[in-house]
């Protein structure tokens, strides 16, 4: 009988292979992963085992980190648009001083070239856009040199040259520094090729392990695709009672730069997007698209000095933030994380009616039943009563995706909506934003690093460079 160095129910690790974890949102993949990194105890009638290396347990050789669609890893203490609150700013540190020291002089060379450290050792770690901060948690886990590394989600938040440099870091650590990896991943497609086996996983258990190749040419027979389409949904969304606007230039950005202690985080910008009009905002990590994003929806106080019109209206001329808010129905990192807390999943979607994290007053049955068709749409009905801490980085994000729709808006803007989707949810969200834009004429700004997520509504492009 074979053995390896981890081994749990018909998971099984053995020296030199690396593994990907595969299978559809809410399959049960991060739960197992926990029982194979011996984070949990197993079940009743279910076993783990751990060999040793170099006379040390693998358990205590591995490092897991995860990447469930949020600025950085939550806490009790972080609060929705803390990122832009530069009142507390100078409380936080610079990457320089909480990085750890490395004495391997090459490992850490290796780190900082392959992350470009360089370009975020002087922000401040509030300061980092959302795939600077998860380049900046990698580096941070991969100090340490850990014998097994276990990621979940690792190309989440980040441009495609960054997947391409952490792709050639992970080879050069299975090259040169022997280390074993473990990805955990929604989509087949990014399975990379240093990859050896691959589990599948459904209904909360490991299927049968198979090789790559194996596992690519019988994807769709192992996960097939169960769409019908989706008339059901494009009927749910023409039933919605839909107010219109006489404002055809819906937002107006002049000269609109971003600074913080004298670091530029958003070069200036020049922006008018007119009704019906859906634009794709694209540009790499760091440049800034975030931080737009949080200046059109008012969540940055810096928006006040600057020269932005929304719906007709000049920014600081007497208009209130709900009022800018009630028209537009948003999805953000940030957003995500300030959500990582126990809250009933029903109170989630219907705060998008108020624009509040979380719910603080009675709703109308007319707004339940608002907030039940838009969880019939996004497939989320069975996750009513559920504490959202407990769904999947996946069902999280169509839970927020049901929020951000929930009032029917003429302006959604989705910052990498389609993160931690499966193939399916991934396909029905593009479909739902698409024959929602259409249909009622509505406008839309999506930010994704992956050409293939625009929506085939998208009319305009708008490219940002860094500072």
């Known amino acids: 009988m074979e053995t390896g160095i981890i081994e749990y129910d018909n998971f099984l690790l053995s020296s030199g292979e690396q593994i990907a974890i595969v299978g ?19 079940l009743p009638g279910h076993t783990a085992r751990f060999a040793a290396v170099n006379g040390r347990s693998i358990k205590e050789l591995t490092r897991y980190i995860t990447f469930r669609d949020s600025y950085g890893s939550a806490d009790s203490t972080y609060y929705y648009q803390q990122r832009w609150n530069t009142t507390e700013i100078e409380d936080y540190p610079y990457i320089r001083d909480i990085f750890p020291d490395i004495a391997d002089s090459a490992w850490k060379e290796t780190l900082f070239r392959v992350f470009s450290m360089e370009r975020i050792l002087d922000k ?10 998860r380049k900046y948690q990698l580096a941070r886990m991969l100090s340490q040199n850990p014998a097994l590394l276990i990621v979940e ?25 022997n280390m074993q990896i473990i990805l955990i991943l929604s989509r087949a497609a990014e399975i990379p090729d240093f990859i050896t086996h691959v589990y599948p996983v459904s209904n909360g258990i490991f299927l049968d392990k198979r090789t790559r190749q194996d596992f690519s040419d019988n994807a769709d027979r192992i996960f097939p695709d169960n769409s019908s389409g989706f008339a059901e949904e494009e009927h749910l969304i023409d039933s919605l009672p839909v107010a219109e606007t006489d404002c055809r230039e819906l937002v107006y950005c002049n000269n609109v730069s971003l600074k913080y202690g004298g670091r530029t985080i958003l070069n200036p910008v020049t922006w008018s997007i007119s009704k019906g009009q859906r634009w794709a905002l694209l540009g790499p990590n760091g440049c800034g698209k975030s931080a737009l994003l949080s200046m059109i929806y ?3 106080p810096q928006s006040y000095a600057c020269d932005i019109s929304l719906f007709g209206y000049k920014r600081g001329s007497g208009e209130s933030i709900w009022e800018i808010k009630k028209q537009i129905g948003y999805v953000s990192p940030e957003m995500h994380r ?20 979380g ?7 007319q ?23 407990t769904l999947s980085s996946g069902e999280q994000r169509l839970v927020l995706l049901a929020r951000a729709f929930v009032k029917n808006p003429q302006l959604v803007i989705l910052d990498e909506p389609l993160h931690g989707l499966d193939k399916y949810n991934r396909i029905k969200v593009m479909h739902i934003i698409n024959h929602y834009c259409k249909h009622f004429d509505r406008s839309a700004i999506i930010v994704t690093h992956y050409p293939e997520e625009l929506p085939d509504c998208i009319t305009n492009q708008k490219v940002l460079e860094r500072p």
Request: charge should be neutral; charged fraction near 25%.
């Open 124 to 133: 401040r770690i509030v300061t980092l856009s959302s795939g600077e901060m």
């Open 24 to 42: 559809p949102n809410g399959s049960g993949k991060s739960t197992l992963i926990e029982y194979v990194r011996g984070a949990k105890q197993p």
């Open 359 to 365: 719910l603080y007053r009675h709703i109308s049955e």
């Open 367 to 389: 707004d339940i039943s608002r907030c039940r068709i838009w969880m019939r749409i996004f497939g989320i009905t069975q996750f009513t009563d559920r504490d959202f801490a």
């Open 298 to 300: 008012a969540d940055n």
């Open 153 to 177: 989600s690792p190309y989440i938040g980040l441009d495609a040259p960054t997947r391409k440099e952490l792709d050639t870091l992970f080879r050069h650590l299975i090259a040169e520094w």
């Open 338 to 357: 300030s959500y990582m807390r126990h809250l009933p999943v029903s109170d989630i979607v219907a705060s998008g009616l108020y624009d509040t994290i």
